[in-house]
């Protein structure tokens, strides 16, 4: 059974940097598309970014309105997969969730919250 756990998170000011990372346990994530969500109070759980399974080719998908500020990348050795958020804003206060999805061999992934396995979130707070 796989199982996702999300870190990285904490307190920034605005135009910080952080890494959040979604680690797994119990199998790799080779064979999985893994997509970063948010959700911030009182508001629906949005996309951010998404990356298809290894044998699917590792390519990356953002959202229109994510592009510039994220980089989603993999590292299949530590079975982790990481978020890089630059230039952070107080809008983007929120709980991260990752999300991963078994999908061998496919080459695209989505950036809706319907994947099947999930993580508890890490909270990103942007304050001055």
């Known amino acids: 059974q796989l199982q996702l756990v999300e870190s990285g998170g904490g307190l920034v000011q605005p135009g910080g940097s952080l890494r959040l990372s979604c680690a797994a346990s119990?199998?790799?994530?080779?064979?999985?598309?893994v997509g970063w969500f948010r959700q911030a109070p009182g508001k629906e759980r949005e996309g951010i970014s998404c990356?298809?399974?290894?044998?699917?080719?590792?390519?990356?998908y953002y959202v229109d309105s994510m592009k510039g500020r994220f980089t989603i990348s993999r590292d299949n050795a530590d079975k982790t997969v990481y978020l890089q958020i630059n230039t952070l804003k107080p809008e983007d206060t929120a709980v991260y969730y990752c999300?991963?999805?078994?999908?061998?061999?496919?080459?695209?992934?989505?950036?809706?919250?319907?994947?099947?396995?999930w993580g508890q979130g890490t909270q990103v707070t942007v304050s001055s």
């Open positions: 999300g991963a999805l078994w999908n061998p061999g496919v080459s695209v992934c989505s950036t809706l919250p319907r994947y099947m396995f």
């Open positions: 119990g199998v790799t994530l080779e064979e999985y598309a």
């Open positions: 990356i298809t399974s290894v044998t699917g080719g590792d390519g990356t």
